[in-house]
Structures are given as C-alpha cells and as structure tokens.
C-alpha cells in the first residue's frame, strides 16, 4: 500500500520569499509522483509530475521539484511566491510502470498563506 | 478543448435520497477517476472506469455507491439513501489512456450537502 505525508498542514510565508512545501512518500513499488494545487472552490490543477529521468522537475508557475528516492521525499520548492500562489498543495502517487494501479494516492495537503 | 465538466457543481439532499453525480470527461479521454474530499482532508481515490467497464473499485464504499461510465454519455457516481456523512466534494478526473503522460485532469468538483 502507498501513502503520502504532507509534513506541513500550513506554510505563512511573506510575498518574494522562498517557500519549500514538503512531500514524503511510503511505497513497495516503483512510483510516479504529483503536485496538484487548488484554489478555493476549484478543482485541481497540475503543477508538475516526475515519471523518470532527471530527479529535478521544472512545472509551471514557476515551481520545481526534486526526486529523491533514498529519501523518499518529493518536495516542491519556489524561489520567489506571489500573493496569488495561495492556495491548498497537494502531493500525489501513483504506482509507476505499465501495468501500474492509475489511481492517485494524495496526501493532506498542504495550505499555502502568502502575505504581502 | 473544453475540461472535464461535472454538473451540478452543488448539491443538496435529505438524509435518505439519492444523488447523482455527473462527469462529462475530456474530449478523446475515455478513463475516469472518481475522488472524494471531506473536509479539511486530502482527496481519496474511490473508482476508476473505462468505457462500458469498472477497473478498479478499491476505494468505494461497499454499499450504497455505484458508478459507471455508459458508451454513451457521462459518467455517473450515484449515491443512495445518502447520510450526512456523505458530505463532501467529489472530483472527477480523466486521462486518455492509461499509458499517456499519466496525468488526469480534474473537473471543478460536486460539492455535496447532506441536511
């Protein structure tokens, strides 16, 4: 079985700030893995995802993530946050692979609070 | 290229009704992914469907849940004599196939009242 730990329930970070939101995951198999953000009433939207390759994953909104797999973490990093990046962050895995069960195993999420 | 469309986006029931939940996925996707959120919670995967076909249930309620995803039309999640505990948001997702990109793309969501 998979599982997720969003180790933050809530990050205050101050506008231009660097902000790490950090993603740890348990897993007996090969993963994918996901970062979801979503604003109020929304849905989610992807911000980036590793599949393989390079452990360091460029997504939009000018966020990144790096893969590390000794350490089983997956956290999601920006340099500089804009009040608009509040929002709820979400980790997610998947099992990795062909044949791999699709369905996404979130974690908590994560409630990130930008203030001027 | 319109997004997965859910509809209604709220819902109101009594204790003991029925609902139903619609999700109309992406264009060309033909798998859907049915998530619910309490509150205050992370998403938890419920079913995934194919076309005509259900995949993987391991997340749905024994009883009372039923989904399905017809050749023709929406996918449906329905919900009988619901309890105030079925409360929540529940989201649909769809990708093109389960061996591209991996990705799925979320709707906005039914928000689900139980009085």
């Known amino acids: 079985a998979q599982s997720v730990t969003q180790l933050d329930s809530q990050v205050p970070v101050f506008e231009e700030a660097p902000v790490e939101l950090r993603c740890n995951y348990s897993?007996?198999?090969?993963?994918?893995l996901f970062w979801y953000v979503q604003y109020p009433n929304q849905g989610l939207q992807l911000l980036l995802k590793?599949?393989?390759?390079?452990?360091l994953v460029k997504g939009i909104n000018g966020f990144e993530a790096e893969f590390n797999k000794s350490q089983t973490s997956f956290h999601l990093r920006k340099p500089s946050v804009h009040i608009s990046d509040t929002a709820e962050y979400f980790c997610a895995v998947s099992d990795g692979g062909h044949t791999g069960r699709r369905a996404l195993t979130f974690g908590s999420g994560t409630r990130l609070q930008v203030q001027p | 290229n319109a997004g997965v469309m859910q509809n209604p986006r709220h819902l109101v029931r009594r204790r003991g009704q029925e609902a139903r939940l619609r999700c109309s996925p992406m264009?060309?996707?033909?798998?859907v992914y049915w998530y619910r959120q309490l509150p205050e919670e992370g998403l938890k995967f419920m079913v995934y469907l194919q076309k005509e076909n259900i995949i993987d249930e391991s997340g749905m309620p024994k009883e009372r849940f039923s989904a399905e995803f017809p050749k023709e039309g929406p996918s449906i999640l329905r919900i009988q004599q619901v309890v105030r505990g079925d409360s929540a948001a529940y989201f649909c997702?769809?990708?093109?196939?389960?061996?591209?990109?991996?990705?799925?793309?979320f709707g906005p969501g039914t928000r689900l009242t139980v009085t």
């Open positions: 997702a769809s990708s093109p196939g389960a061996s591209e990109g991996y990705e799925q793309y």
């Open positions: 264009k060309g996707h033909s798998h």
């Open positions: 590793y599949l393989s390759g390079s452990t």
């Open positions: 897993s007996s198999v090969s993963v994918y």
